[in-house]
């Protein structure tokens, strides 16, 4: 099997992109649109792991790289729940690097990790992220623009990715994008929810 290689992100948020949607579209058509809804847990003790629920499945990703502005992030674990304690101890825990909640059953359902683990901790806060994503390929570059709405507060999100730094560097000039904030979800998020500061202007 090849090695799967990390791609290399770039991520803002907005109230509105304007002129960047304006080049965005008329560089690439849209390739895709995807709605989804996830969850997403955000841990007081954590910048490092990003930590989602969509479809019933966790996902974990984890900042292994930095490169002139950009992010490279590699999964760390997926997993399905019903989910055994022994995974949520040994992988799903660690990440969110706090202390470890006490488990009384042998396995959760989505709802009862939600609901007895999740909830209740006071270092751990589910957030909410509607989704409506339309891709498009900007320099050889998965690009996209969502339309967002975190715990229901409304803002948009434009992303650029690839396994080449040089190829999202130049995207990035192509779009107006240079003098935007790199800012991935984990980070947008706890901005938006009171958890981290706000950018000084």
């Known amino acids: 099997m090849s090695e799967i290689i ?31 809804s996830e969850i997403y847990i955000i841990s007081a003790g954590n910048d490092q792991n990003n930590t989602k629920i ?16 950009l992010e490279q992030w590699n999964p760390r674990m997926k997993g399905q729940f019903p989910m055994k304690t022994d995974v949520l101890q040994k992988e799903v ?6 202390d470890m909640p006490n488990f009384v059953r042998g396995e959760y359902t989505l709802e009862q990790y939600l609901d007895e683990i999740i909830y209740p901790h006071p270092k751990l806060t589910p957030v909410r992220v509607d989704k ?11 690009t996209e623009i969502a339309h967002l ?34 800012v991935n979800y984990l980070r947008a998020i706890k901005r938006i929810i009171g958890l981290a500061p706000l950018p000084k202007k």
């Not at 479809?55 to 984890?62: A, C, L, P, Q, R």
């Not at 825990?93 to 706090?98: E, L, R, V």
């Not at 992303?159 to 994008?177: I, K, M, Y």
């Open 93 to 98: 825990f660690p990440a969110f690097g706090i």
């Open 149 to 182: 709405l975190v715990n229901g507060a409304a803002i948009q999100t434009v992303a650029v990715e690839q396994e080449d730094v040089s190829a999202v560097l130049r995207a990035l000039e192509q779009l107006g994008l240079t003098e935007f904030e790199n």
């Open 54 to 69: 969509r479809d019933g499945k966790m996902d974990i990703k984890v900042l292994v790289n930095q490169d002139r502005g």
């Open 6 to 36: 990390p791609r290399f992100e770039f991520r803002t948020f907005a109230q509105n992109f304007g002129m960047v949607e304006t080049k965005l579209r008329r560089l690439s058509a849209c390739e895709q649109i995807r709605e989804s």
């Open 132 to 142: 409506l994503r339309f891709g498009f390929t900007v320099n050889g570059c998965i």
